[in-house]
């Protein structure tokens, strides 16, 4: 299995912040990686795909890069929406995730 | 609008089976893969397997291989996913999700809880 290491765990930041979360790979998974929302008693929600793509519908202050190995997804300028748990996902492989990141206001 | 409904969730003995469905509207069903992913409660999330479009494919995370059946019936825009020996440890809520590279739609998820 390719292991997902997320980081950090947990992230406090103020609105308006710029936020960064990383993931790194266990091996090269060649930019198979998509990132995900959760928020408190809701299904996650797909927000990049293929390391860096946009998934329809998601805000542009949310962006997502990297390559081989090393993966991260930036919020730019906070919003109180965003609150909530964020997952990496490798799927170069059978799909493996992050541990998550909980996301709160400061 | 592309939905997904899980349902046939609830409390189950240790060692006994149960049967999950995911009701898929909004979208031409035939042609995805789909999946099913949990998360046991405060926990992660756990991929469980996948079934690609006419079921001659069926993919699992090796530790629930031989405990969890995946199928599909495309006439009925259904998804299921028969889980048997369930233990405390699978105890969680079980998504359904389409998908599209990654897991483009997620179903609202349905909460199983294994307990006597």
């Known amino acids: 299995d390719i292991q997902m290491t997320q980081s950090p765990a947990s992230l406090s930041a103020s609105l308006g912040e710029t936020v960064t979360i990383e993931c790194r790979a266990s091996e090269d998974i060649y930019n198979g990686l998509a990132w995900y929302q959760q928020k408190p008693g809701k299904s996650p929600q797909l927000l990049i795909y293929n390391a860096n793509s946009l998934h329809t519908g998601v805000p542009s202050r949310f962006s997502g890069s990297g390559s081989g190995t090393q993966y991260s997804l930036k919020i730019n300028s906070l919003q109180s929406e965003d609150v909530a748990s964020y997952f990496c996902q490798q799927y170069y492989n059978y799909p493996t995730f992050g541990g998550g990141t909980k996301l709160e206001l400061k | 609008e592309v939905k997904l409904v899980e349902s046939g969730g609830g409390l189950v003995q240790p060692g006994r089976s149960l049967k999950l469905s995911c009701a898929a509207s909004g979208f031409s069903f035939n042609d995805y893969w789909m999946g099913w992913v949990r998360q046991a409660p405060g926990k992660g999330l756990e991929w469980i397997g996948e079934?690609?479009?006419?079921?001659?494919?069926?993919n699992y995370t090796p530790s629930l291989k031989d405990k969890f059946t995946i199928s599909r019936d495309n006439a009925q825009n259904t998804l299921y996913l028969q889980m048997s020996k369930l233990g405390s440890e699978d105890t969680a809520i079980y998504y359904c999700?389409?998908?599209?590279?990654?897991?483009?739609?997620w179903g609202q998820g349905v909460m199983v809880t294994v307990s006597s």
């Open positions: 999700a389409r998908e599209r590279v990654s897991f483009d739609y």
């Open positions: 079934i690609n479009q006419d079921s001659s494919t069926i």
